[in-house]
């Protein structure tokens, strides 16, 4: 991530440098309408303004095709040994680099075709891609988000949905049924480390998945501890009332997930009083092995 005064200086730089292309770009979404504006810069010259407006798709898909007209247009000026692309969504560029099957392999064979004709022409060209969040607030960047927020398009006609956008769509439904449920308002027990409450969500791996992900079964028990749906005398309760679901430390007349983490002299291994932040829990997982597993003789 470049800072606005680092920004300024090494742009005028490149600015004054004829072999150098500068694409800057930016994506905002209003009611399922995807609207990219487009800045090429050569020499002390713009070169192209373009604005393009898309519905029902991703605002990632929007980028990479904004990112994907920039390089279009910068590989046919003549003489251009460099090129850089400024954006705020950098996470975005990993998709051109990916080899693998995904959803905008239409985008990052188009760009690599560009590229690769551009890299035939000399090996010491270069194209670099710079990070400049909006709340930098840098001039020419400033302008091109201001410009995607005043523009309004509407479609006038009936619109499919790209495949990744019908994804997002479903995933939203779903964060969204979660989040309206009373077992979510009752019982959401997880926090950062500024003790907010943490919100599901699934974009850049999600809230919790960078820290649990690396192990099967660590993930499995923290997903039954965070949706409340693990093998403890609490959630069987709902389905066998007349059971009896005393805790087996025999401390706790009915085996809670609060009482596990807070109080059950068996997970013992890990003591912390805000094992109700994210990072606390995971610890107390880690150390606890049996908590929450399916294992027999361990709850």
Wanted: overall charge positive; some cysteine.
């Amino acid at each position: 991530m470049l800072t606005y005064a680092i920004l300024i200086k090494i742009f005028k730089d490149f600015l004054s440098d004829p072999k150098t292309v500068i694409v800057i770009s930016n994506v905002n979404i209003k009611k399922n309408v995807a609207i990219s504006i487009l800045h090429v810069h050569s020499g002390c010259n713009i070169l192209a303004k373009t604005i393009h407006h898309a519905v029902n798709i991703t605002s990632t898909k929007a980028e990479l095709f904004t990112i994907r007209c920039g390089i279009n247009q910068a590989v046919q000026v003549e003489n251009t040994t460099n090129i850089i692309v400024i954006i705020d969504a950098i996470h975005t560029v990993r998709w051109i680099f990916d080899s693998f099957s995904h959803p905008y392999q239409l985008q990052s064979i188009t760009i690599a075709q560009d590229l690769r004709a551009f890299y035939n022409k000399s090996s010491n060209n270069s194209i670099a891609f710079w990070d400049c969040p909006s709340s930098e607030k840098w001039i020419h960047h400033l302008a091109i988000n201001k410009g995607t927020k005043q523009l309004y398009c509407e479609s006038s006609f009936p619109c499919k949905s790209s495949w990744d956008f019908s994804k997002k769509e479903e995933c939203d439904s779903i964060i969204q049924n979660w989040q309206m449920t009373s077992d979510y308002k009752g019982n959401h027990f997880l926090f950062d480390d500024n003790y907010l409450p943490i919100k599901p969500t699934y974009t850049k791996d999600g809230t919790w998945l960078e820290l649990i992900g690396h192990s099967n079964s660590l993930c499995a028990r923290a997903t039954r501890a965070i949706t409340n749906h693990a093998s403890i005398g609490n959630y069987c309760l709902r389905f066998f009332p007349k059971e009896n679901f005393n805790c087996p430390c025999r401390s706790y007349p009915i085996e809670s997930r609060c009482h596990i983490l807070h109080k059950c002299r068996r997970y013992n291994n890990y003591w912390n009083p805000n094992r109700e932040s994210l990072n606390h829990f995971v610890t107390f997982l880690e150390f606890n092995p049996g908590a929450y597993s399916f294992h027999e003789g361990i709850t």
